[in-house]
């Protein structure tokens, strides 16, 4: 049942149109990521549904409800913002309180409510803490307690990690699901990082230029990206130019190497070029490798990234990257040498735009 | 030879005489004059320890000159404030358009420079007996100022109005980077938690502008405390204020006793200095908060 | 932002500014009244034809320079010098350069008064040089924080250590450094530092008036007592040139280099 519903949003400062023809049917409970460079509208949106902004046409409804008209503090939604914004002149349970306070509720209902949220965010211990003597992890965390103390319908989170270390970022993000999944509270969630949608999300909606590129479940967008953008925005991956040689039969050349598709190319003559995706860790050079295709190339070159080294090697005019996982007793290929990296087809997709 | 002169140089660290000029000019011409002024507060004529000068003070026309003066300061910084805050308000949250903010700005520095004789005399010039404001108000209202409202320039609220001149500068000048410092944030997570604009106001912004309200409050009146020349030159003798008084003293002894004129000096320097330093304080609170 | 907070912050700023320009405009009519019935420069002309003027004036320009040229002496090189060799000390020398805010000008003349007069270890009230010169570093206190302030800043655009580092290994002594490499650096700076000072010394009454010594500023609380028209074109005057320094700060300011600062 849809919860959260934009139809047909837009939005234009001026003469520049932000966010073009937006549509997203949200579930009850669901956690769902806007996912996109900056300036691609993903900010403006969850403003939109705040209140912040207005949008130039469309719908906005929550729970059937229209909010058009409706003013921020009439909307019942709660919003962590990038920089915590906390409030400075006042302390942890006065920053959590805050909510319940204008809504004019009593003051042992109050006590209750935060203490309850300090407990889910685990900082009790800090409630007498004011702002400025917390780190950035402990910050945000009252920044959520904050946006949940008023039970919120919608939980709407702008870029919240973006300000913290790496570390504290991975562990606040599981924080983050988990909250939201033992409240069941409808989540929307902003940013530019790929890996954080892909890890805490029940669905991805990928924007690009104020519209929805793609919007599925993490492994799909992942998989299946549905345009070259969502392709070279989530995960790293191989572009490759392939000629056609038999529509027909799938068949294309990768410089001159043959393959064939699973996937129908489609409306397609021979001599055609097509563009393929492959993701770098869908091959491998090992031998006895498994895959029903296989591609020679030159070793270009042969990066150690920790976990993984990744090695690129040309192919015809297509240089292609593949990782391998690290083992003390890996030997990574030499530049110059000529290696072959089987993959199975299906792994190769056609990226129509 | 060379490592020699270095250790030497080590052991006897000779940076320190670099500020040495500084260090003994400062010392000449600021801190022992005021050091003066201070001991001698507290010493008979004859040079032995007393309070006598300091209980002294309560005699005479002196504690109402104090009084006075510190009802000028506090009139002017409170009027000067709340009018500076409105307007640095105004172009901070661009009620009205942008680019009026900038010249504002250099404009409040100019003018919050401007005690001084020329200014009384562009207050006498436009409020006085003969005064444009004064005569446009007789001769196309009928109102006449001295006898409908009571106001006389050579007045404590002359003086008042008159130093509104540079304590209104100073209040934009100091409050607007305190406006700025306001971020938007805030509102919106005030906003969007329920709060209406008027509680944004009254339990986010007000507390947070706090220190520096009051930091500036307290500049604002150690600035019309320690103002001498605007006040000589507007009232001549006829307002009995702290400045005017001491001027007084130092030119001719009119108290009769050096040291009870020290003291006087002495209780100047105590509530300016009070002021200022509670200034401070506020003011690395307001920064705290802002960090 | 609604309508009524609209008109707010246009009546605040309209009330603000006629606040600034009534008295401003008020005394520019008024010095203009000496001729009954018309307007006229007759108060201008009669000021600048009094040799009492010419002389004050004089007087007030020469103090001014002299205070700037000693600000410069004694500021330049302790800025410096604390950027470069004593960072530690930068808070305590900041604190001694405010303290002319904190007490007023006239608990500082009544201390010199009694501290230097004749009959003190040095008598600098003794005599006319004497007195001028402890006017010139009287002004020099009061100029202190704004001179300070504005060429510390003007340090901070630019890499002290560097670039006495580089002036040292090329040979040059202390003079040559702090004459040839770090004032012109900051010479902006110096300068609206001097454009400051030179505003207040030319209108100051009160270390004058107490001195004892014939400057601008109690010559004109002196024929404001006794004249009518006079004392006001003699304010616009005053108004004018400090106005003309202001102004001439903007634009020095304007042309100092914006470089990133650096701590």
Same mark, same amino acid.
């Given at each position: ?9 837009q939005k234009s400062f001026g003469q520049v149109q932000v966010v073009s023809d ?332 | ?80 404030? &709340?009018?500076? %805050? *409105?307007?640095?308000? @105004?172009?901070? /949250?661009? +009620? =009205?358009?942008?680019? !009026? ?87 919106e997570a005030a906003s969007i938690l329920g709060a209406t604009g008027l509680q ?13 309200? &009051?930091?500036? %409050? *307290?500049?604002?009146? @150690?600035?019309? /405390?320690? +103002? =001498?020349?605007?006040? !000589? ?59 | ?235 616009v005057i005053a108004f004018a040139i400090t106005w003309g320094c202001l102004a ?16």
């Amino acid at each position: 049942m849809t919860f959260l519903s934009l139809s047909h949003i837009q939005k234009s400062f001026g003469q520049v149109q932000v966010v073009s023809d937006f549509n997203m049917e949200i579930e009850k409970g669901e956690f769902v990521s806007f996912l996109g460079p900056s300036g691609c509208g993903k900010t403006t949106v969850l403003r939109m549904i705040a209140g912040f902004e207005t949008p130039s046409g469309g719908t906005i409804t929550v729970a059937g409800k229209d909010q058009s008209g409706l003013k921020p503090n009439q909307r019942n939604i709660g919003m962590v913002f990038q920089a915590y914004a906390l409030f400075p002149n006042m302390n942890v349970f006065d920053n959590v309180a805050f909510g319940l306070k204008v809504a004019g509720r009593s003051k042992p209902e109050i006590e209750a409510r935060v203490k309850e949220m300090l407990g889910l965010i685990k900082l009790e211990h800090l409630a007498e803490r004011f702002p400025y003597q917390l780190s950035g992890g402990q910050q945000q965390r009252v920044a959520l307690a904050r946006a949940l103390a008023p039970k919120p319908q919608v939980l709407l989170l702008d870029e919240p990690l973006s300000a913290l270390d790496a570390k504290i970022r991975v562990s606040l993000r599981e924080e983050i699901r988990m909250i939201q999944q033992q409240l069941g509270i409808t989540t929307v969630f902003v940013t530019h990082d790929q890996e954080e949608a892909l890890s805490i999300s029940d669905r991805i909606v990928v924007m690009n230029a104020g519209a929805a590129d793609q919007i599925g479940a993490p492994a799909e967008i992942y998989n299946r990206p549905a345009t070259r953008f969502v392709a070279s925005f989530v995960g790293t991956l191989n572009l490759i130019e392939a000629k056609v040689i038999d529509p027909v039969a799938n068949r294309i050349s990768i410089g001159d190497q043959g393959v064939t598709l699973r996937e129908p190319l489609g409306p397609v003559k021979a001599g055609d070029t097509v563009s393929l995706a492959l993701r770098p860790e869908a091959g491998s050079i090992a031998e006895g490798a498994k895959g029903d295709t296989a591609l020679a190339g030159e070793v270009v070159s042969s990066n150690f990234l920790g976990s993984v080294v990744r090695t690129r090697m040309r192919v015809g005019a297509s240089v292609i990257s593949f990782d391998m996982f690290n083992s003390p007793g890996l030997r990574p290929p030499a530049v110059g040498e000529t290696v072959t990296l089987r993959f199975t087809a299906s792994d190769l997709l056609i990226i129509r735009d | 030879m060379n490592r020699a002169l270095h250790t030497l140089r080590q052991r006897l660290p000779l940076t320190w005489l670099g500020l040495m000029p500084f260090v003994i000019f400062v010392l000449m011409f600021l801190v022992l004059p005021t050091m003066h002024i201070v001991i001698g507060a507290f010493q008979t004529r004859d040079g032995t320890f007393t309070l006598q000068n300091i209980i002294d003070l309560n005699t005479g026309t002196i504690p109402s000159s104090y009084w006075i003066s510190v009802k000028i300061s506090v009139a002017s910084a409170a009027l000067g404030s &709340l009018i500076g %805050f *409105a307007m640095a308000a @105004a172009v901070v /949250f661009e +009620a =009205v358009p942008r680019w !009026i903010k900038s010249p504002l700005l250099t404009f409040s520095g100019v003018a919050s420079n401007f005690a001084g004789v020329p200014l009384a005399f562009a207050f006498l010039a436009t409020f006085g007996p003969v005064g444009l404001v004064t005569l446009f108000l007789r001769n196309n209202f009928g109102i006449v100022l001295q006898r409908d409202f009571g106001f006389n320039i050579l007045s404590f609220w002359g003086l008042t109005v008159t130093y509104l001149f540079f304590q209104i500068p100073l209040m934009i000048l100091i409050i607007a980077p305190a406006l700025e410092g306001l971020r938007r944030e805030w509102r919106e997570a005030a906003s969007i938690l329920g709060a209406t604009g008027l509680q944004y106001w009254r339990m986010v912004a007000l507390p947070i502008l706090f220190p520096s309200l &009051l930091g500036t %409050f *307290a500049l604002l009146f @150690a600035n019309a /405390f320690g +103002a =001498v020349a605007t006040a !000589i030159a507007l009232t001549g003798s006829s307002l009995n204020i702290v400045p005017i008084q001491l001027f007084a003293q130092i030119r001719g002894d009119v108290l009769g006793n050096p040291n009870l004129g020290y003291a006087m000096a002495f209780g100047m320097i105590v509530i300016t200095a009070v002021a200022n330093v509670l200034y401070i304080w506020l003011r690395m609170r307001a920064e705290r908060w802002l960090k | 932002m609604s309508v009524w907070a609209r008109i707010a912050g246009w009546a605040a700023l309209i009330f603000g500014l006629l606040y600034f320009f009534v008295p401003l405009g008020g005394l520019f009519e008024f010095s203009l009244r000496a001729r009954r019935g018309v307007y006229s420069f007759d108060a201008y002309a009669r000021v600048l034809a009094d040799p009492q003027f010419q002389a004050t004036f004089t007087y007030s320009v020469v103090m001014a320079l002299v205070t700037i040229a000693i600000g410069i002496l004694i500021v330049v090189p302790t800025a410096f010098w604390v950027r470069l060799k004593m960072p530690w000390a930068r808070p305590y020398v900041e604190f001694l350069t405010l303290l002319p805010l904190v007490i007023p000008a006239i608990v500082i003349v009544f201390g010199y008064i009694r501290l230097y007069n004749t009959s003190s270890w040095l008598p600098l009230t003794g005599s006319t040089l004497g007195t001028n010169i402890l006017l010139a570093f009287g002004y020099t206190i009061l100029a202190l924080p704004y001179m300070y302030r504005a060429v510390d800043t003007g340090l901070r655009t630019i890499d002290v250590a560097t670039l006495t580092e580089a002036a040292q290994s090329l040979g040059a002594g202390w003079a040559t450094i702090l004459g040839r490499i770090i004032l012109p650096n900051v010479i902006a700076a110096v300068l609206s530092g001097a454009f400051l000072t030179f505003a207040i010394v030319i209108g100051e009454f009160t270390l004058a008036a107490l001195l004892d010594r014939p400057a601008f500023g109690p010559y004109l609380q002196r024929i404001g007592a006794n004249k009518a028209y006079e004392p006001f074109a003699l304010s616009v005057i005053a108004f004018a040139i400090t106005w003309g320094c202001l102004a001439l700060i903007q634009l020095v300011s304007r042309f100092q280099k914006t470089a990133p600062a650096k701590a």
